[in-house]
């Protein structure tokens, strides 16, 4: 294991931050850590990296004891929202920061920072100031100053959260694609449930300070531990007074065995996707996702009158779960 | 349009009013009797002492009071402790204190015979009133907050994310400060000396009260301003009043010129 948080907590003041949250993650994995804000998932990473000390409990990495160690001792790679660049250092001096204070040769330094810039596609940007970079691009040199030290672990807390939804998604691909490259442990955390479950490969879910489920993102839509991370992952739509996922109702024209009438309210068409906003008989709201060709062959209108039936996908035998 | 020629007009003419034609007449004033007399005016024994003793001054105050304000700025704005609050709050004390307050205060901790320490320090063969070393101390006193003041707001918008992420990557406290927090606020830092540096120059109440104005000994360049004044030497005291302009003139260029485009404005 890389690392084992074993029974941590942590409050501030009244609020508890982390309420005994034990986790293991496995060495080269990716792992999301997944929730709303104030949940707790921000804390948790900088437990790890030392930038917060927890109440009780212990932090290893890479099998030693670190919870009483200094963040400078952890050897951890620690990416920031908003980026921490120095800025009155150049892209070059940024990224060569870990190796300076580590008083590596000079010509070594220089190596390294040329091959890490071009991991991050920022060769030829070397001599510029981190006021000249455009979002993206500041990310991408915290992340190669964080990995120019070789890290043991890399943590990014909500790394593509201040950037705009395009670079977001060009990002997060290429995060996947450096993983697969260096190799090294990684933690990110996001409140982004599609971030969580393009990128990582396995999810962590925190609420409240604790940990809902932990598990791949295929598990964790599928086999929901309860309806808080049901609702989190993935769309909810309410049918017979319990959840379901909205693409798991049939519509159907007669009424058979455990069908709910329901009269359709509107038809949102978005391309593949249709979506069907329905009343049902004791005049609650739901909604039915379903695809443009199965609408067109229903021939469904506003204000038609239709049968809804479950489809059980729950007790289909999953994927072996992730090992944590 | 015409609000805001007025607006500039008000500003400049303010300025002017306030400023600019009093700072002018002394000027004027001081080459009255020709540059030649303004010149053997201001090197004289006596004032060369006293231009010579108000840049030890600076040359003390200013050095300590810039250590003591970047520190004083750090634990206000880093640390969370008991006191916090009132720290801040005393550091503001010289600006509401009037400096002969300062002074009498001083002679009341200091003085040698009914000072509260002054005994002490004369059995120690150190004399504080009436010598350079109670000098220096009004001078620092009353200079004090300028730093302080400008480096704590910059301490705030800077955030705590760099020294953070410095630690990360290893650095220890020292390293974070000098290779990370002290670059972020040096403008913040330059600024404070340029003011301390100029408060310095021309303090004259508490350095009044706690120097004894024994000329050529413990007259600074304004206790000499004022002691040619009061001798009807017009050129003298004018003249004196250039030199401190021009002084104070030169560390605001120095500042401008050391600082790089990037940060003006």
Same mark, same amino acid.
Do not use: C, I
């Given at each position: 294991m890389s690392i084992v948080v074993d029974s941590v907590s942590k409050r501030f003041g009244e609020f508890v931050?982390?309420?005994?949250v034990s986790l293991e993650v496995r060495d080269g994995s990716l792992t999301a850590l997944l929730g /709303?804000? @104030?949940?707790?998932k921000s804390t948790l990473l900088r437990v790890i990296a030392g930038l917060e000390t927890p109440d009780s409990g212990r932090v290893d990495i890479a099998g030693e004891d670190?919870?009483?160690?200094?963040p400078q001792r952890r050897n951890v790679g620690f990416v920031f929202q908003h980026y921490a660049?120095?800025?009155?250092?150049t892209v070059a001096k940024n990224v060569a920061f870990g190796l300076t204070i580590r008083k590596r040769p000079k010509e070594e330094i220089e190596a390294r920072v040329d091959e890490l810039l071009k991991l991050v596609h920022?060769?030829?940007?070397?001599?510029?100031?981190?006021?000249?970079?455009s979002g993206g691009q500041r990310q991408r040199m915290a992340l190669a100053r964080a990995l120019a030290v070789q890290p043991r672990v890399l943590l990014l807390d909500? /790394?593509? @959260?201040?950037?705009d939804a395009t670079v977001r998604k060009e990002l997060r691909a290429w995060l996947r694609r450096l993983h697969d490259e260096v190799h090294v442990t990684t933690v990110f955390v996001t409140h982004d449930q599609e971030e969580a479950m393009e990128v990582a490969e396995q999810i962590v879910v925190l609420n409240e300070g604790r940990i809902e489920q932990v598990g791949s993102p295929k598990a964790l839509y599928e086999?929901?531990?309860?309806d808080f991370v049901m609702g989190f992952v993935g769309p909810v739509s309410e049918l017979s007074g319990r959840w379901i996922r909205p693409h798991d109702v049939e519509i159907l024209r007669e009424p058979t065995d455990g069908t709910e009438e329901a009269m359709i309210d509107r038809i949102v068409h978005l391309g593949f996707e249709v979506r069907v906003e329905l009343t049902l008989g004791d005049g609650e709201k739901t909604w039915v996702q379903t695809t443009k060709g199965h609408a067109q062959e229903l021939e469904l209108t506003d204000g038609e009158i239709v049968w809804l039936r479950p489809n059980e996908p729950a007790d289909q035998p999953s994927d072996e779960p992730v090992p944590a | 349009m015409r609000s805001k020629y007025a607006l500039r007009f008000l500003a400049l003419g303010y300025l002017a009013l306030l400023l600019g034609i009093p700072v002018a007449l002394v000027f004027v004033n001081a080459f009255q009797d020709g540059v030649g007399a303004a010149w053997a005016a201001v090197t004289t024994p006596e004032a060369q002492h006293a231009f010579y003793l108000t840049l030890v001054m600076v040359a003390v105050a200013v050095p300590l009071n810039t250590i003591f304000g970047v520190l004083c700025a750090l634990a206000v704005v880093r640390q969370r402790f008991r006191g916090r609050a009132l720290l801040n709050a005393l550091v503001d004390l010289p600006f509401a204190v009037s400096p002969v307050v300062v002074g009498l205060a001083m002679l009341l901790v200091y003085?040698?015979?009914?000072?509260?320490?002054g005994d002490w320090f004369a059995d120690q063969g150190i004399q504080i009133i009436f010598s350079t070393p109670g000098m220096i101390l009004a001078t620092m006193f009353v200079s004090l907050p300028f730093v302080v003041r400008e480096v704590i707001p910059v301490l705030r918008e800077i955030g705590t994310e760099q020294e953070q992420a410095a630690a990360t990557l290893g650095a220890g406290s020292l390293q974070t400060f000098f290779r990370v927090t002290l670059p972020a606020i040096r403008w913040g830092v330059a600024y404070g000396v340029v003011l301390t540096t100029a408060r310095a120059l021309g303090e004259f109440g508490a350095v009044s009260i706690v120097s004894g104005?024994?000329?050529?000994?413990?007259?600074t360049a304004t206790l000499f301003v004022e002691n040619r004044f009061q001798r009807f030497d017009e050129t003298g005291a004018y003249a004196a009043s250039v030199v401190l302009a021009l002084l104070a003139l030169v560390t605001l260029l120095a500042m401008n010129l050391i600082k790089p485009k990037e940060a003006q404005g």
């Open positions: 931050a982390l309420d005994d /709303p804000s @104030g949940g707790g670190a919870t009483e160690k200094p660049a120095f800025k009155h250092m920022l060769d030829g940007f070397a001599h510029r100031y981190p006021s000249q970079l909500e /790394p593509f @959260g201040a950037l086999q929901p531990a309860n | 003085g040698r015979r009914d000072g509260w320490v104005k024994l000329s050529g000994q413990t007259e």
